[in-house]
Each structure stands twice: as structure tokens, then as C-alpha cells.
């Protein structure tokens, strides 16, 4: 952070570090920092939490694409990976975990079974977690090999980078001020 | 070792009690009247030394009279028998229960009490160990859809129906010809 004073304003015109001040929009940079911090909030509810387990360890290495924070509190999560089957009776459970997430935040639906149920066309299995909490990226496999799943967040990173992110934040700044 | 001693004691100790005995491929299966089951399973395990209850499960004969069965698997730990115990039990029976006679029949009693809706007699904490309590059906019962039926408990949970494009799809094992055989979508009003 540069201090207001007499010094910093003439380094601040220093030709030396001239070629080092990046323009760009907030919108662009909120959207960079936030796709480089996903904080995710592991849901392991079956197999496909096993090859979370594997993608968060060295041979896969989620921490080369920033999103090895993984987080079992969902106040300090961003990302909510539903891996695994939602039975009926945990549906309720996950929904809940959902609404405690602070926005913004995303939500990936890892495997057949959360995406739809998969092979359990049964009385006691919740046929998607989308019907329940908006899915931004599903990802197919049975399970999921680790690729896949890297895949998935970084999916998740090329819908941030497209967001918008200050305009509803102006949007009620403005309703605020008339 | 075979159970087959004890089958013939408990034929003696519990006379016409027992319905019938069964043995296949050196397997003792007991057949008893609901009315003196626990008599035979405490038996069995005070006099034989059956310590173990490996299973305890039910079968619906839907159809039939009378419609459920209940099916206990006990073995001895010294020397290796395994003993099988049916009674048949009709709908709305109760049955008594045997956790005080094994401690680890205890889950076995509320998984057959949850999915076949049987109650049981005496059982310190009979409630859903599957499904939640406050669910209205009893979803391994015969005239139960695979896919489920809809059902609604605020704030603990919700069921629906499962999509399943015509089926469930059943196998008829016994049947002569091939394309009888095969898989085929068979619903159960």
C-alpha cells in the first residue's frame, strides 16, 4: 500500500517502477484474486471422496492451481464439492452446510451420483444435488479420476474470471447513495 | 462342526414348538413357532453355547399367509457351529426381542423394525436406524416401489420418486424359455 506522502508520490513517477504499475479493473482484479484462492469446502459423502483425498495429495497436488485450502468449516469456504451419493436423509444436511457458505461461492456436483443420482434409481437416494443448490460445473466418471476433478475447479476459475463481480456491490452502492 | 446335536435337543426340549428341520449341504435351519422363539434362541445360547448372533433378518413372502419371517443366524465361537432359527410371523405381530440375550442383536432388531416394519417386544431403543424417524413407509416390504414414494418432514427430510425409464428390471431365473428370462420391467401394484 502506497502512504501519502511527499516521498512515495515521487517514486511513485519513478521511471523504475514505471514498468511494473499493471492497469486494470477492479472487476478483473477481485475476479483474479478470488480464482487463485478457492477455499474449498469438502462434502465426501462416498468413493468420490477418495479421489478428492487423492487430488488434495502430492501426486496430484490441488495446491498448483491455488485451491488446496481445503476447509471443513463452511464459514471459510468458497467452493462446496459435493462428492458422493446425497441420500434423502443428508440432503437436508448439505443444503444446510450450502446457506452457512458466506458469498460468493460456487458449488460442483463431483460424480454421477451427485450430478444425478447415478446408479441408485432408488427410494432412499436424492436424484441431484441441483435440486436443491445451484451446481456451477458437473463433473462426469464414476468415480471422477483426480483430472477430472482439477478440471472441475479450474472450470469453476474460467467462470469466475468471466463474472462480474462488483456490479451488484455498484448496484446497491448507488441505491444507497439516491 | 455340525449344529445337528442341537437340532435334536431342541426337537426334545421344545416338542411340537418346533415346526420343522431342515438340512442342506450340511446347514441346520430350525423352523419354531413365534410364541417360543426366544425360549429357543436363549437356549441356544445358555445350554449350546451359541455366543454369537451373526444376523438377524426377515423375509416378506408377500401373498402369502402369514406374510413375514423372521431369520436368525447364531454360531459358536469354540467350535465352529452355525445355526439358523425361522419363525414365521404374521402382519401387525409383534415379536420378542432377543438384545437381552445378545447385546449386538440390538441394530440388527431396529434395521428389521426400519426396512420390513416388524415391532419387537421388550427392545431398549426401537427406532429407525436407517431412514429417519418419522418416515411413513417400510421400503424393503414387497408392495413397496424401488423407486420410492414422495414424503414430506419439515426441517428433517424429504423423499421423491426416483426416474426409472420402465423399469425396475427383473431377472425370472426359473423360467424355460430365453426371452422370458432376459430382464424385464415387472410392477408391483
Known amino acids: 500500500m502506497l502512504e501519502s506522502n511527499e516521498n512515495t508520490f515521487q517514486a511513485a513517477y519513478d521511471s523504475k517502477i514505471e514498468g511494473n504499475v499493471i492497469v486494470t479493473r477492479v472487476d478483473a482484479a477481485i475476479n483474479w484474486m478470488r480464482k487463485n484462492s478457492m477455499w474449498p469446502m469438502p462434502m465426501g459423502l462416498a468413493c468420490c471422496a477418495i479421489e478428492m483425498m487423492a487430488t488434495a495429495c502430492s501426486r496430484f497436488d490441488l495446491s498448483r492451481f491455488g485451491m488446496e485450502v481445503m476447509r471443513f468449516s463452511p464459514r471459510q469456504a468458497d467452493v462446496l464439492i459435493v462428492s458422493g451419493t446425497v441420500t434423502y436423509k443428508m440432503a437436508l444436511a448439505v443444503k444446510r452446510i450450502w446457506d452457512q457458505m458466506p458469498e460468493p461461492k460456487w458449488c460442483i456436483a463431483m460424480g454421477a451420483c451427485a450430478s444425478s443420482g447415478g446408479m441408485y434409481r432408488s427410494y432412499a437416494v436424492l436424484q441431484g444435488i441441483d435440486q436443491l443448490i445451484p451446481v456451477d460445473v458437473y463433473i462426469s466418471g464414476c468415480p471422477p479420476r483426480p483430472e477430472a476433478l482439477i478440471q472441475g475447479l479450474m472450470k469453476v476459475q474460467e467462470k469466475i474470471e468471466k463474472e462480474e463481480s462488483t456490479k451488484e456491490q455498484k448496484a446497491s452502492f448507488v441505491d444507497q447513495v439516491s | ?189
Open chain 2, 1 to 189: 462342526m455340525s449344529a445337528i446335536d442341537d437340532v435334536t435337543s431342541l426337537k426334545d426340549a421344545f416338542a411340537e414348538k418346533v415346526v420343522k428341520t431342515v438340512e442342506f449341504r450340511d446347514e441346520q435351519t430350525v423352523y419354531v413357532e413365534l410364541d417360543s422363539l426366544h425360549a429357543v434362541l436363549k437356549k441356544c445360547k445358555e445350554d449350546f453355547g451359541y455366543e454369537m448372533i451373526i444376523d438377524i433378518s426377515s423375509v416378506d413372502h408377500f401373498g402369502d399367509d402369514p406374510r413375514f419371517e423372521m431369520v436368525y443366524e447364531i454360531a459358536t465361537l469354540k467350535d465352529d457351529k452355525h445355526l439358523r432359527i425361522k419363525a414365521a410371523v404374521e402382519e401387525e405381530q409383534e415379536v420378542a426381542s432377543v438384545t437381552d440375550v445378545w447385546a449386538g442383536a440390538d441394530w440388527h432388531e431396529r434395521e428389521v423394525y426400519d426396512m420390513m416394519g416388524i415391532p419387537f417386544t421388550g427392545h431398549p431403543n426401537l427406532k429407525r436406524i436407517l431412514m429417519w424417524e418419522g418416515y411413513p413407509y417400510y421400503p424393503l416390504r414387497k408392495d413397496f416401489p424401488l423407486a420410492g414414494r414422495p414424503s414430506e418432514m419439515p426441517d428433517v427430510a424429504f423423499s421423491g420418486v426416483a426416474p426409472l425409464e420402465g423399469g425396475p428390471f427383473v431377472t425370472s431365473s426359473g423360467t424355460d424359455e430365453v426371452s422370458r428370462r432376459e430382464p424385464r420391467a415387472q410392477v408391483v401394484d
